[in-house]
């Protein structure tokens, strides 16, 4: 429904052990964070283990093994969040191809709504201190 706006133009950053960029919910509601059954990250063609993937919707970030337990935080639909990948290679500067599967869990519906999204992201280069 919303998979062409889940991954945001312009937003994979470098960090100190790997990199970041902003997603959008691709379900016309807000959902719990225990709801969130899998978020399935590549980058150039290779899998992102999942053990090295944080979500952060805006009160810190959260390993996908305790999201299942976060009752108490919830992803409103509209909001961005970020996703975090620790990988002991830094990413090089220019365009990356970045894929995410967001597997949710909805109350009324008897499977889980699969949204997708795939896009050439540009990480910029840092510069020297």
Avoid at 98 to 111: D, N, Q, T
């Amino acid at each position: 429904m919303f998979d062409k706006y889940i991954l945001v133009d312009g937003s994979l950053r470098s960090t100190a052990d790997g990199f970041s960029f902003d997603v959008m919910l691709g379900y016309y509601r807000g959902l719990g964070l225990s709801m969130i059954e899998d978020l399935v990250v590549s980058v150039d063609g290779q899998a992102v283990p999942r053990d090295a993937i944080l979500f952060d919707e805006g009160k810190g970030p959260i390993a996908l093994c305790d999201m299942e337990h976060a009752y108490d935080r919830r992803w409103p639909f509209g909001s961005k969040a970020t996703i975090m990948v620790q990988c002991p290679q830094p990413l090089a500067a220019g365009d990356h191809h970045l894929s995410l599967k967001e597997v949710l869990r909805i109350s009324y519906l008897p499977f889980p709504l699969v949204a997708e999204d795939s896009k050439t992201l540009t990480l910029a280069p840092t510069l020297a201190a």
